[in-house]
């Protein structure tokens, strides 16, 4: 099984900055992407980022610029570097795995929460 874990969520001011990390651990950890998803209350898990096996990164028109995707060496890691957050940013952070067998299953994370203050 693999196990994914967030971390680096906080309460931040707005215009402030966060860097999250996500750690996957178990067997068979062999992804094809890694994403970013976020929640917030009453609204529907949306897409933050996505990065590729081959580093080809996507991201919500919301981010316009101030997040940064990325990936270790070893694609059992990725990273989100948020920058200029806003108050809208305030949400529940998911990371999610998609394997690179089993046809593409995908994992979630428990999730880490943001809160930016106004």
């Known amino acids: 099984q693999v196990q994914l874990v967030e971390s680096g969520g906080g309460l931040v001011q707005a215009g402030g900055s966060l860097r999250l990390t996500c750690t996957a651990s178990?067997?068979?950890?062999?992804?094809?992407?890694m994403a970013w998803y976020r929640q917030a209350p009453g609204k529907e898990r949306e897409l933050v980022a996505s990065i590729s096996i081959a580093r080809v990164v996507d991201y919500g028109d919301f981010v316009q610029g101030r997040f940064t995707i990325s990936r270790n060496k070893a694609f059992n890691a990725a990273y989100l570097q948020m920058n200029s957050l806003k108050p809208e940013d305030t949400a529940l952070y998911y990371c999610?795995?998609?394997?690179?067998w089993g046809g593409g299953r995908h994992v979630w994370g428990q999730g880490t929460q943001v809160t930016v203050s106004s």
């Open positions: 999610r795995a998609t394997t690179a």
């Open positions: 178990g067997t068979h950890v062999n992804f094809s992407a």
